[in-house]
Structures are given as C-alpha cells and as structure tokens.
C-alpha cells in the first residue's frame, strides 16, 4: 500500500467506477421488465436509475473499506450463512 503522503483522491470519486460497472445489459433488461409487465415507463426507468444509483453509492464506500481493514485483495465482506464454507 502506497505511505499515507501519496495517496490522494476522495470517496465520491469513485462513483463513476462503480456507476459504469453497474449500468450495463443485463441490469437494465432486467429493470425493463416493469414495462414488460404493463408498468409506466416513466417509473420504470425512474427505478432503473434510482437502483443504480444507490447500489453504486454503497458499493464505492464499501470499496473504500480493504484500506482501512487491511484487505489488499478486495474481499467483499458479508455476514456468512450456511452455505458459505471458509478455507483458509
């Protein structure tokens, strides 16, 4: 990890990554099925973009967590069910 006098940036700036990551086809065929279904195509794409938003907003400030909890990897940390088997 680079000293702490060479990092720069802030956390907004990673909005565009996780933006264009999360606006591709198949997010927004699947939101396209609103109007698919008889829905208002206003609201439906009022939805597609509020969705996208705020996964990319939760997703760039959840980025932002490896720095600080030392996960050079970009682990994604979820709470562990059942079905999830660790193997370290």
């Known amino acids: 990890m680079p000293p702490l006098a060479e990092r720069h940036g802030k956390v907004w700036h990673l909005f565009p990554v996780w933006f264009a990551g999360d606006a591709h086809l198949a997010t927004i065929a699947t939101g396209a099925i609103g109007v698919a279904l008889g829905g208002n195509l206003i609201w439906t794409a ?3 973009v509020l969705g996208n938003v705020l996964g990319t907003f939760f997703m760039a400030f959840h980025s932002t967590q490896g720095p600080q909890l030392v996960l050079q990897c970009g ?3 979820y709470p562990a069910g059942p ?3 660790r193997r370290w």
């Open 46 to 48: 009022i939805a597609i």
């Open 83 to 85: 079905s999830v088997e």
């Open 75 to 77: 682990f994604v940390i």
